[in-house]
């Protein structure tokens, strides 16, 4: 089984940058895809990014597409999850994700996923 711990959270003010980092012990990632999940107050779990094992397809929520960055770095076990131009409505509890079973392509469905990590909180500050 693996291990996923997320860092990287804060407080940003809206129009700036942050990066998420995930950390994957126990188990190679290498051979999944992975995606990051983001949940806000009141609302549902939603997909964000999600990329393939040898990061060659990413997958983006139309909301987040040309603003966030998935990447993957199978030699140290990471997953990255660089963000731009926060808004105020990407206030949430971010997660970090490894999909189940032999399906190496990125995924928006989270059963597709097995694996969590335990959240970071990311606020942007109008």
């Known amino acids: 089984q693996v291990q996923l711990v997320e860092s990287g959270g804060g407080l940003v003010q809206a129009g700036g940058t942050l990066s998420l980092s995930c950390a994957a012990s126990?188990?190679?990632?290498?051979?999944?895809?992975m995606g990051w999940f983001r949940q806000a107050p009141g609302k549902q779990r939603e997909f964000v990014a999600s990329?393939?094992?040898?990061?060659?397809?990413?997958d983006y929520a139309d909301s987040v597409k040309g603003r966030f960055t998935i990447s993957k770095d199978n030699a140290k076990n990471m997953v990255y999850l660089q963000m731009t131009e926060l808004k105020p409505e990407d206030t949430a509890v971010y997660y970090c994700a490894r999909r189940a079973g032999t399906y190496r392509v990125p995924s928006r469905t989270m059963l597709d996923f097995d694996s969590w990590g335990h959240g970071t909180q990311i606020t942007v500050s109008s």
């Open positions: 126990g188990r190679s990632i290498g051979a999944y895809a």
């Open positions: 990329i393939g094992c040898n990061s060659v397809t990413t």
